[in-house]
């Protein structure tokens, strides 16, 4: 029988990355999304890659009523959950509003989890969780301690998630923690769609390269690094999308595991721009500009423990990460609009 798998901003970015490769793989999807990061046109775009238009609620979870209806209406074997505001320097503007929105939806989800007793979840969580004073690279057991208000929503959420397994022990929790997810489909129907001026890395060069955007500003050239630039670990979006598969697939046992999901290794902002114009040959005009609050100069995986226990890998490199992200943004210059 099909298992159906409800996903919580699954219009989003990863989310709808993760719808195509859900079906791929077998299962059916309903998806919740309030629209305030995504675009509706998403699930058209979704229709002509899987063949099926999945069910769609445009639902806010902190609307716990429209929530229950959307449990009431299906049967669920498992959540995958992504929804949540996600732009670092925001949350540190609007702590409050982070606070509210990522926490209270979670617990709103998992009180009509555990109602309807679909205790299987997986968790949309985050490298900005380990501090940074913690060795290159990090693993699962590295040291927490996040530096914005968005790092600690995340943070909070895995402590909740943890304190729910010890009062219900029938719960099959995974929290993976992404590093810095790129790249788009390579049929150039879905990819990164951000509102406004990106606030990450690789939307900014090709919105640069598309002509929407004058220069790249690149946050500080003085960190201890390379070439003085922040060093990142770049992983492209269907691989992170065929992580959460695999997590889901997994998810057989009682307990909380804790994955990584990045390429365990790092690259610096120079070097993204001289790989994308290498891949693309489009030129990045940049200035660099003072560092931005709450970045780390390096941040990047260690992914043995993934690449152990969930038999996966991060396969597509920087080439084709720069190549699906242009091939996005060329034939979408304005994103879903």
């Known amino acids: 029988m099909t298992k159906t798998i409800l996903v919580t901003g699954g219009a989003g970015y990863i989310g709808s ?17 309030n629209f305030v990061n995504s675009h509706p046109h998403v699930i ?37 959950h992504f929804a949540g505001l996600k732009a670092v320097g925001e949350s540190n503007e609007k702590p409050l509003l982070y606070y509210k929105n990522n926490i209270m939806s979670t617990i709103n989800l998992c009180e009509l989890m555990s109602e309807f007793n679909v205790k299987n979840l997986v968790f949309s969580s985050s490298a900005t969780v380990y501090s940074p004073e913690n060795q290159m690279p990090v693993t699962e057991e590295s ?15 895995e402590e909740i ?5 010890q009062s219900d022990q029938e719960w099959k929790i995974t929290i993976l923690r992404y590093f810095n997810p790129v790249g788009a ?22 919105n640069v390269a598309i002509g929407n955007l004058e220069k ?25 999308a065929k992580g959460h598969v695999k997590a889901l697939e997994k998810n057989k046992a009682p307990g909380v595991n804790i994955y990584n999901m990045g390429t365990g290794r790092g690259y610096s902002v120079l070097e993204m ?14 200035e660099i500009v003072g560092r931005r609050k709450g970045d780390v100069a390096i941040s990047y995986a260690d992914v043995q423990k993934s690449n152990k226990d969930l038999d996966w890998k991060a396969e597509k490199d920087i080439h084709e990460m ?16």
């Open 17 to 33: 990355h993760t719808i195509v490769e859900l079906y791929h793989a077998g299962y059916e999807a309903v998806i919740v999304d």
């Open 44 to 80: 058209d775009r979704l229709e002509k890659l899987i063949g099926v238009r999945p069910p769609v609620y445009e639902v806010d979870l902190l609307n716990k009523d429209q929530l229950y209806e959307v449990f009431q209406e299906n049967a669920f074997d498992g959540v995958i």
């Open 143 to 157: 040291l927490l301690g996040p530096t914005n208000p968005y790092g600690r929503t995340k943070l909070f959420i």
């Open 161 to 165: 998630l943890k304190d729910l397994y």
């Open 185 to 206: 489909h390579s049929s150039g129907l879905i990819g990164e769609s951000p509102r406004g001026i990106p606030n990450n890395l690789m939307p900014y060069i090709t």
């Open 216 to 240: 790249l500003k690149v946050f500080g050239d003085d960190y201890d690094t390379k070439d003085g630039t922040g060093v990142r670990d770049y992983i492209h979006v269907v691989d992170l």
């Open 273 to 286: 721009i001289q790989a994308f114009e290498k891949a693309t040959g489009r030129k990045i005009p940049y």
């Open 322 to 337: 720069c190549k699906d992200a242009w091939n996005w943004q060329s034939n979408n210059p304005n994103g879903y609009e």
